[in-house]
């Protein structure tokens, strides 16, 4: 930028606010950001509202894979009670509440936003007040309010406050003739964000809660199947160790006998006592997990 003696050069030491204007509109870069907000006075707002977007979209894309890695494991050793309801009501939460928001973020990048559209303002949702902070300078010649660049940015909703509108106001816009990023209005736009939340509500007692109920109401017979399975091997055992020793003496035999009895009660007690210890814990890890 030239100074007032057209050199081009600027003094050490001079200072002053400059606006960069694109030649076109069609001026975007297809990879990364315009190396001018380098030197913007706004760069660390810009700059870290892009690295929260783009963490949030491969942070739901990294959880994605690993959900869909379970559901691989779940198919190989048949596990259908947790591949349907850890996998599939977990793909549907997170896509449902997460998912929308990327897609949400995607859709506002991809939207085109002239905002340096200088032309007369012809929307009548933006008023015919100046913008607070413009310069009615800049304004073109009969413009009775913002330019047109100027009312689309002021229609374009955050996504953030689209996602704090669907949970806390049931899918209720405060600004509802905002522009939409999907769908032909901001109303259907945020009828679907609340058709989503409401599928979420209703599946998240269903990932956490039918699985341990199954599997609580299936251990307890599971448990008595295999006791009963232990005890029989014992006495098979203790059958075949007399049929071995036939030559011990009866009184000794007697003694050998009540004192194996003795041994098989406290036998009892322990696999009884280890197999409701193991049946607690197993059912408070499906709760957890």
Known sequence: MADEDGSGIRKLGDCGSYYYKRLSFDCTYPMGTDPIW????????????????????????????????????????????????????????????????????????????????????????????????????????????????????????????????????FGTSKNPKMNSFIGKDLESQMTIGLVLLIIVVILIPVMLFVKPCCFRGDAGHDDEEHNQIEFANIQNADNQNQAINPSVAEGDTENQINKRQDEMKQLEQQIQAMSEKTHGHSFSEAFIH
Not at 45 to 64: A, D, E, P
Not at 146 to 156: F, K, V
Not at 160 to 167: P, R, S
């Open 38 to 169: 380098g030197i913007a006075t706004n760069r660390l707002t810009y700059v870290n509202g892009i690295k929260m977007k783009l963490s949030v979209i491969f942070g739901v894309l990294h959880m994605t894979m690993g959900i869909l890695h379970k559901g691989t494991n779940t198919i190989y050793f048949r596990d259908w009670p947790s591949f349907i309801t850890e996998v599939v009501v977990g793909l549907i939460i997170l896509l449902g509440l997460f998912g929308w928001m990327d897609l949400l973020v995607i859709g506002k990048w991809l939207t085109p936003l002239d905002i340096d559209d200088d032309s007369d303002n012809k929307d009548p949702r933006c008023g015919t007040t100046p913008a607070p902070g413009l310069d009615t300078n800049d304004l073109s010649e009969g413009a009775q309010g913002p330019t047109a660049g100027e009312c689309l940015n002021q229609q374009t909703p955050s996504v953030i406050n689209l996602m704090i509108d669907t949970v806390f106001n």
